[in-house]
Every structure is written in structure tokens, then in C-alpha cells.
């Protein structure tokens, strides 16, 4: 089945440590995202990527850093730098930028 | 800068009783409107694109209509299980991101 996956479902850090959130993609799309959702509001973008190698800051990258060395793989890193880190994590896929885009199940993300 | 914002933000319906759901947009070329359900918990589902004025889309119980300003999802006889939160997003032929709006949770009691 084609799909996007991101693991782990939930996941819990101390305050000061940095985490990484995977998300793949067997769809064979060019472009990824990350977005950032917190209750009751809409999906914040915090970075993308067109193609492999290259990527893009959205709104919200302060804190976040993302590599892009698959095409299939695009792994976001949440440094201790972002200072509220709590949130509900979506990777996306399309298969250029600006097509619709399909969605991973979320990370839900907990530091205490 | 883009903007989308829709409207009602909670929307509490009976079984079968129609309705619709808004989504106002300004938008620098407009390169598609999309629209998505996210049920709690869980990424959101992608439903239609639409990308020129006048233009419809249908699946099932939801009609999915453009005009150049606005769009609006028409929900026919709604049933619990289309409980969800409806996010409308846009894209713009100037950029490569969609801006999303702050989507409509939709309660269809039974």
C-alpha cells in the first residue's frame, strides 16, 4: 500500500533534549512538508522540501531543523532551541509542490 | 500575504439536516483551492481541489463549489459518522505553500 508514515505516534522528552520525528513516503513524490497543529487551530507550516537535497523555511522554522538526503525520507528535528515544542506533528507529501497534498497519521510530541 | 479564513468555527447539525460550510480566501492567483477532513487525532484527508471559478466537485454527501472569492463545502443529510474537523487551504501561483484556514468542526448529532 502507498502511503505516508510517520513514527512514533507519541512521543515524550525532557525539557533541553533535542528529538527527531520520521516521516516516510512511498508515493514517489517530489515535495514534503511539516506543520506544526496545536489545539483548535489550523496547520502551520514549518519547513518543506521540492527535491531531494533542498529544502525551505516556513512560517514557524525557528527551533526546527529538517535534512532531505532521500527522496522517500524527510526527518524533522525539534531542538531544545523552540520553546514550545508540545504540539501535534503532520508530514505531508504532493507530488509537485502546490498539488494536493496527503498526509502521515501525526506525532503528537509531549515535553515536560 | 494570503489569507483564509472559515467560517462557521463549530457547527452543530442534526442528522439529515443540510447545510454548508464556508471558506473565504484572498489570494495573489488563485492555483487551487483544496479542501481536507481531519477526524481527532489523526492527519487530514484529503476531499477535493478545485481550481477555477464556477467549478464543482462531489463525493458522497459533500459538494465541494468556487467562486472567485470564496468556496463553500454543502453537506446533503448529514450522518454522525461525517463528524469532523473541514480544513480549506489555498495555493498561489506566485509560491510553492499552501496557506490553511482555521477549519470548521463539524457535530452531526443523531
Known amino acids: 500500500d502507498g502511503g505516508i508514515t510517520q513514527s512514533p505516534k507519541y512521543l515524550f522528552r525532557k525539557e533541553g533534549q533535542n528529538v527527531t520525528l520520521s516521516c516516510e513516503q512511498n508515493l514517489n513524490h517530489d515535495a514534503m512538508y511539516w506543520y506544526r497543529q496545536d489545539p483548535g487551530q489550523g496547520l502551520r507550516l514549518i519547513y518543506y522540501s521540492q527535491i531531494v537535497n533542498d529544502f525551505q523555511k516556513g512560517d514557524i522554522a525557528e527551533g526546527y531543523s529538517v535534512s532531505r538526503e532521500k527522496k522517500e525520507s524527510f526527518p524533522l528535528t525539534v531542538t531544545s532551541a523552540q520553546k514550545n515544542p508540545t504540539a501535534f506533528y503532520l508530514c505531508a507529501s504532493s507530488i509537485t509542490s502546490l498539488r494536493e497534498q496527503y498526509f502521515g497519521p501525526g506525532t503528537r510530541l509531549t515535553v515536560t | 500575504e494570503d489569507q483564509v479564513t472559515q467560517s462557521p468555527e463549530a457547527l452543530r447539525l442534526q442528522e439529515g439536516e443540510s447545510s454548508s460550510l464556508n471558506c473565504s480566501y484572498t489570494v495573489s492567483g488563485l492555483r487551487g483551492l483544496f479542501w481536507y477532513r481531519q477526524d481527532p487525532g489523526k492527519g487530514p484527508e484529503f476531499l477535493f481541489t478545485l481550481y477555477s471559478a464556477g467549478e464543482e466537485k462531489e463525493k458522497e454527501r459533500l459538494k465541494a463549489t468556487l467562486t472567485k472569492k470564496e468556496s463553500f463545502l454543502h453537506i446533503t443529510a448529514p450522518k454522525p459518522e461525517d463528524s469532523a474537523t473541514y480544513l480549506c487551504?489555498?495555493?498561489?501561483?506566485?509560491?510553492?505553500?499552501?496557506?490553511f484556514g482555521g477549519g470548521t468542526r463539524l457535530m452531526v448529532k443523531p
Open positions: 487551504a489555498v495555493g498561489n501561483n506566485a509560491g510553492n505553500m499552501l496557506t
